[in-house]
C-alpha cells in the first residue's frame, strides 16, 4: 500500500520569506506521479505543482518548486516570496498507474499562514 | 464546461436516514472519484470507478454504496447515515489523456454533510 506522510501540521512564515513544506512517500512502485495542491478556504482543491518520478530535474512554478529525492521518498515544497494568498491547506499526493485505473494518496495536509 | 459538479453542497441528516450524492462530470473522464475529508486526515478515498457500470473499494469503503450507471455520474449512497460519517465529501474526475495537463485531477467543490 502506498502511503504519503506529512509532518508538519501547521506552519507559519512571514510574508516574503521562504518557507518548506516536508512530504515523504513509500511505495514499491517505480514510475508515479507526485502533486502538491492547494486547498483555500473556499476549498477548493488547486493543483500547485506536479513530478514525474522518472525526471530527475525538479519541477518549478513560478514562486514553487520542489526538492524530489527518489531514494529518500521525499517530495517537498517551498515556497519563495511568500505573500497572504499563500495561506492554506496544502496536500502532498502521490499517484500510481495501474491496470485498473489512476489511483491517488493524499497526506493529511499542512496548514500553511502567511503572516503580514 | 462546467467541469465536476457535486450536489447537494451542504445537508443535515438525522442518525439513520438515507441520502445520496451526486457527482457529475462534463469531460468524458473515465475515472471517477469519492473522497472524505476530516480534520487532520486529510483526504481519504471512499470509493472510486474507472468506468461505466464498474466501482471499486477504496480506503475508506464501509457504510457507504455507489454506483456508476453512466459514466458522467457517479453516485455516493449512505443507506444508514452516522455520526462518524459527518465530514466533507469530493467526487473527483481523471482521465489519462489528461495525465500531463495542468489538472490531472478534476475536483467539485465538496458537500459539507453533517450527521446528528
Known amino acids: 500500500a502506498q502511503t504519503v506522510t506529512q509532518s508538519q501540521p501547521e506552519m507559519s512564515v512571514q510574508e516574503a520569506e521562504t518557507v518548506t513544506l516536508s512530504c515523504t512517500y513509500d511505495?514499491?512502485?517505480?514510475?508515479?506521479?507526485l502533486f502538491w495542491y492547494k486547498q483555500p478556504p473556499s476549498r477548493q482543491m488547486i493543483l500547485v505543482i506536479r513530478?514525474?518520478?522518472?525526471?530527475?530535474q525538479n519541477a518549478t512554478e513560478n514562486r514553487f518548486s520542489v526538492n524530489f529525492q527518489k531514494a529518500a521518498k521525499s517530495f517537498s515544497l517551498k515556497i519563495s516570496d511568500s505573500q497572504l494568498g499563500d495561506t492554506a491547506m496544502y496536500f502532498c499526493a502521490f499517484m500510481k498507474l495501474t491496470d485498473t485505473g489512476n489511483q491517488f494518496y493524499f497526506g493529511t495536509g499542512t496548514s500553511l499562514t502567511v503572516i503580514p | 464546461n462546467a467541469g465536476v459538479t457535486q450536489t447537494p453542497k451542504f445537508r443535515v441528516l438525522k442518525t439513520g436516514q438515507s441520502m445520496t450524492l451526486l457527482c457529475a462530470q462534463d469531460?468524458?473522464?473515465?475515472?471517477m472519484y469519492w473522497y472524505r475529508q476530516d480534520p487532520g486526515m486529510g483526504l481519504r478515498l471512499i470509493h472510486y470507478s474507472v468506468g461505466e457500470g464498474t466501482t471499486a473499494k477504496g480506503e475508506v469503503p464501509d457504510g457507504y454504496n455507489v454506483s456508476r450507471l453512466k459514466k458522467q455520474n457517479f453516485l455516493l449512497g449512505l443507506e444508514s447515515a452516522a455520526p462518524s460519517q459527518t465530514s466533507v465529501y469530493f467526487c473527483?474526475?481523471?482521465?489519462?489523456?489528461?495525465?500531463?495537463?495542468?489538472?490531472?485531477?478534476?475536483f467539485g467543490d465538496g458537500t459539507r454533510l453533517s450527521i446528528l
Open positions: 511505495t514499491s512502485e517505480n514510475n508515479y506521479y
Open positions: 513530478q514525474e518520478a522518472y525526471k530527475q
Open positions: 469531460m468524458n473522464h473515465e475515472y
Open positions: 473527483a474526475s481523471s482521465s489519462d489523456r489528461e495525465l500531463y495537463s495542468n489538472q490531472p485531477q478534476h
